[in-house]
């Protein structure tokens, strides 16, 4: 199976500075359709997973625009312009390409200083 | 309004079953992939299983086969997920999540979630 290894596991960051969440996989997420399948889901603290980004860079509808996605092939990021209180939360990225299984990151907690 | 609630987690032994089940509304239930994912106190999102649209098809993680199964009932809204054989690792809270319109894109939609806790 694939593997996905985000970095860093843990983010402080301060308030209005940026942040950046990168996503690693162990091979390829171009599939055969050419798009390339990987997602990025936020976790706020006592709530349910929610989907941000989709096929790399697609921001879902009310996600803020400080929030983008970047990458291609085995690398990518996300990134957060300007952070603000209610980003705290751990951030997962989620591979498409290789289903079945779907294969999440270990999760990025990223906090405010 | 898009609505997921699951129901039917609790404190079973190892060895024993449960069912889960997810109620759905606020969209055509019949016409869209599920899936279950379960998240270990203080871990990260594991998928556990996905059943397609009229149940035509199933699938699951490698470390719940043979053991759990999905299902649905469309004339209920409804997703089920049954457990046997627990065992002390698969004590996680368990979401019901629907799936966009391909599983490649992810879930868009999350239920709260039920704490399935399998201990002696």
């Known amino acids: 199976d694939v593997v996905m290894t985000q970095s860093p596991l843990s983010l402080p960051v301060t308030l209005g500075q940026p942040a950046s969440i990168t996503c690693r996989s162990s091979q390829s997420l171009v599939f055969r359709d050419g798009n390339t399948y990987l997602n990025w889901f936020q976790q706020r603290p006592g709530q349910s997973p929610r989907r941000l980004i989709y096929?790399?860079?697609n921001r879902d509808s009310g996600v803020p625009d400080r929030f983008s996605g970047s990458g291609s092939g085995t690398d990518f990021t996300l990134k957060i312009s300007s952070v603000e209180a209610e980003d705290v939360g751990v951030y997962y990225c989620m591979e498409g390409k290789n289903w079945p299984p779907i294969t999440f990151g270990q999760g990025t907690r990223l906090e405010i200083k | 309004e898009v609505q997921l609630l699951e129901s039917g987690g609790g404190l079973v032994q190892p060895g024993g079953s449960l069912r889960l089940s997810c109620a759905a509304s606020g969209f055509t239930f019949s016409g869209y992939t599920m899936s279950w994912v379960r998240q270990a106190p203080g871990k990260g999102l594991e998928w556990v299983s996905t059943i397609t649209v009229s149940g035509a098809r199933t699938y699951y993680a490698d470390s719940v086969k043979g053991r759990f199964t999905i299902s649905r009932d469309d004339s209920k809204s409804t997703l089920y997920l049954q457990m046997n054989s627990l065992r002390a690792e698969d004590t996680a809270l368990y979401y019901c999540?629907?799936?966009?319109?391909?599983?490649?894109?992810?879930?868009?939609?999350w239920g709260q979630g039920t704490l399935v806790t399998v201990s002696s």
């Open positions: 999540a629907k799936v966009v319109v391909t599983i490649r894109e992810g879930f868009d939609y």
């Open positions: 096929k790399v860079s």
